[in-house]
């Protein structure tokens, strides 16, 4: 599935797009022609130039038709945020009105060049040329403003951030000004603005980080107002969509210090006006800005209005202060496992998913063919071993705890020669020269040496015994 | 990963290059060099359009200057006459036209309108020879005979029409010629709609065109004006209406007409 939209080509504004067009019509056809010409060859001449140039502007209108998404092919959340930024009507209506310019022009063409088969004189030819490309001039004039609509289109799709709607993501949520993008900021390495006024995040932003191994995406979303949907603006709804469409753990912020301009009541109204919109999501109740205010400090009354945000199953309270970046990475944690075990368990919810395994998976067990006890067998030796307990002071020592005795993984080095099987004990730690007397000791390494001496010690006991022999045979031969 | 208003961000984070201004203004300022300097270079096609261009925009800067400067002279164009004052019932009445201007005036009126019943928007066209109008088809084994002949213009067969069997056809109207619909302006309403036509009226150039149905300049056709939804004095809608071409179809590819009313 396609996330960015960066390589679309540029849309050229229609007085651009006829020169374009036009030129290429000039540059590329033969330009010479001549009354006295045949007639055929004259035809033939401004036929070819009417159908170059309706086939360039197909092919133009084509590539931009082709470059944009299909608005109706994305994930809903891509579609509801195209809707919400650029109109989805509009955005409809104005690739529609590029295609119809396309088959209007294809039309025009097909008709003139079967007009200029009658043509009769060089002029008459000229002039029918001449109304066919100003008729397609006419069709491009038209699709000036969808042009020029396209090109901003464009150009900001190639700015929105790549949002996967179905990966590990944590979605930052709340009033205008509670602190949203300082924590985006203080958990992800993204740039993005933190200005002490509301609404200073406009749009959409993405962040990542790695837990556990893994990858996490986390959005920071614009801040939200409490007022029903169709009051919203186009800020808002982004936020809106943001929480509906994506799987994700979302993080509430919340401002007790009510430096924001909201009221804590206001904040935990709004909590429960879009919590429609949390259902088969985990959902994290942070309270910002701890560095000011507690939620202990406060009065009680206010502690009871927060604590009604636990009423909904599964939410979480947790404080944190990006200010002074206290206790910001526990909640990341929390809010990941709690998104990681919300996955695991919708994924093993989905009984296509298990059913998929199951149908692979066949246990079998075997019928009892007779009388005989065939229980597994376990040795005496280990039979005997007492069974391992970690709170018993006399229990074995593994490996894992001669490491911890020699200050832990990384900084402890296995002896691997300990487990040397070898003729005598003492050989295990000794150092084998690798490079001697400027040969390396491998070359001339031989791993049956002591059965090649033997050997050779034997056949030489042997000639010494025959020693005698070998004389009398050395004296027959020199008596020749 | 640069995301959304990335650009205007950094802008706003690091301001532009020192010297952005500077290099801005001295940019504008040798807008006028480029221009004089593409306009003595460029050759061929490109000096041609560059030439068109300008010469356009000088016209439309000069007559803007014009206008400008007729404003900031003239002040309201015309003086009131009178200064405010109502003038007494007892001359409000007179008349200021004298009665020998206006009886000329309306004789002049009367020839005209006379004569405006048998005038056209188009009272005269061009010749057209036979030659130009019909091409020779040589036809028969050997290409030897040339006697059928087939329609260069463009023409309009009614609705009904068939061909007669093509051993038999003199003349042909070729069906890639034939136009069945005409772009009719009307001239007191200035707008300008694609109506059907109904029949050819008169072709001024011979009567037989005519009875060919050729459309050529000048040429008066009945058109189909029920979408206009023109009404009679007696308050029926009118059907049908004359209109005359006033281009050459066979130039443009299409029949642009003018309603005669």
Redesign the interface.
């Known amino acids: 599935m396609q996330l960015t939209w960066k390589d679309i080509g540029t849309v050229p504004s229609s007085n651009d797009m006829l020169d374009i067009v036009l030129?290429r019509t000039?540059r590329k056809t033969p330009t010479v022609i001549r009354p006295g010409f045949k007639i055929q060859r004259i035809r033939a001449f401004y036929m070819r130039k009417v159908k170059f140039t309706g086939e360039g502007f197909a092919e133009k209108f084509d590539d931009i038709i082709r470059g944009f998404p299909n608005i109706n092919d994305l994930h809903p959340f891509h579609r509801d945020l195209m809707d919400t930024l650029y109109e989805k009507n509009h955005y409809k209506v104005s690739l529609a009105a590029v295609s119809r310019a396309k088959t209007l022009i294809e039309q025009v063409s097909r008709?003139?060049v079967?007009?200029l088969?009658?043509g009769?004189s060089l002029f008459?030819c000229k002039?029918?040329k001449r109304?066919?490309l100003g008729r397609m001039a006419t069709i491009v004039k038209k699709l000036k403003d969808p042009f020029a609509y396209l090109e901003q289109v464009r150009q900001h799709l190639g700015?929105?951030?790549?949002i996967d709607p179905n990966t590990r993501t944590l979605l930052i949520c709340g009033y205008p000004n509670v602190g949203k993008s300082s924590f985006l900021r203080c958990i992800t390495k993204?740039d993005v603005?933190v200005q002490p006024y509301a609404f200073t995040t406009?749009?959409?932003?993405?962040g990542h980080f790695d837990y556990k191994y893994l990858r996490f995406q986390a959005i920071d979303t614009p801040g939200i107002l409490d007022r029903p949907t169709d009051e919203m603006n186009n800020i808002e709804m982004q936020s809106i969509y943001a929480i509906a469409h994506l799987r994700s753990c979302v993080l509430y912020f919340m401002d007790l210090s009510e430096q924001c301009g909201f009221s804590i009541e206001q904040q935990v109204k709004l909590f429960h006006s879009i919590k429609p919109l949390f259902a088969n999501k985990s959902v994290l109740v942070v309270i910002n800005k701890t560095d000011i205010i507690k939620i202990e400090d406060l009065e009680q009354s206010s502690q009871d209005l927060i604590k009604t945000v636990m009423n909904v199953p599964g939410v979480e309270i947790m404080q944190t202060s990006c200010y002074h970046d206290d206790n910001v990475m526990q909640v990341r944690n929390k809010a990941c496992e709690k998104l990681l075990t919300a996955r695991i368990e919708q994924k093993l919810k989905g009984t296509a998913r298990v059913n998929n395994i199951l149908n692979k998976i066949h246990v079998s067990t075997p019928q009892a063919r007779d009388e005989l006890d065939r229980s597994p067998f376990i040795p005496e030796e280990i039979k005997a071993l007492k069974k391992y307990d970690v709170n018993d002071p006399d229990k074995r020592r593994l490996a894992k705890d001669v490491e911890a005795e020699n200050g832990g993984a990384g900084v402890y080095n296995v002896n691997l020669k300990d487990q040397y099987l070898l003729d005598d004990e003492e050989w295990k730690n000794d150092v084998m020269p690798e490079i001697l007397d400027g040969k390396n000791v491998y070359d001339f390494l031989d791993p049956e040496i002591a059965a090649k001496l033997a050997a050779l010690e034997e056949e030489e006991e042997r000639l010494e015994q025959e020693g005698l022999k070998q004389q009398i045979f050395d004296a027959k031969i020199k008596g020749f | 990963m640069p995301q959304n208003d990335y650009i205007e961000r950094h802008i706003k984070q690091h301001g532009r290059r020192l010297d952005y201004e500077e290099r801005k203004r001295k940019r504008e300022a040798r807008e006028g060099h480029k221009i004089s300097k593409d306009a003595q270079t460029l050759k061929g096609w490109r000096g041609k359009q560059y030439a068109k261009k300008r010469y356009a925009e000088k016209v439309a800067m000069k007559k803007k200057i014009k206008a400008h400067e007729e404003s900031k002279i003239k002040g309201p164009s015309k003086p009131k006459e009178d200064d405010g004052e109502a003038l007494p019932t007892y001359l409000l009445d007179r008349q200021q036209q004298n009665t020998a201007k206006a009886i000329s005036s309306s004789i002049k009126q009367k020839r005209m309108e006379k004569a405006d019943k048998f005038s056209v928007p188009l009272p005269k066209v061009r010749g057209i020879s036979e030659e130009e109008m019909f091409k020779v088809v040589r036809t028969g084994k050997s290409k030897t005979k040339s006697w059928k002949r087939m329609i260069t213009k463009h023409t309009f067969v009614g609705e009904c029409f068939t061909r007669r069997p093509v051993k038999m056809e003199r003349i042909i109207r070729p069906s890639a010629l034939r136009q069945k619909k005409a772009n009719v302006t009307h001239p007191e309403l200035a707008v300008t709609v694609l109506l059907p036509i109904l029949s050819v009226k008169k072709n001024p150039q011979s009567p037989m065109y005519t009875q060919m149905g050729v459309l050529t300049k000048g040429t008066i056709i009945e058109v189909n004006v029920s979408e206009l939804g023109l009404v009679t004095a007696g308050g029926k809608v009118v059907w049908g209406k004359y209109a005359q071409i006033t281009n050459e179809p066979d130039r443009d590819g299409v029949v642009n007409a003018v309603l005669l009313v």
Do not use: G, H, T
């Not at chain 1, 700015?159 to 790549?162: A, E, F, V, Y």
């Not at chain 1, 406009?202 to 993405?206: I, P, T």
């Open positions: 030129n000039q008709d003139y079967r007009l088969k009658f009769q008459q002039q029918l109304a066919a700015r929105l951030p790549s993204a603005e406009k749009a959409l932003y993405v």
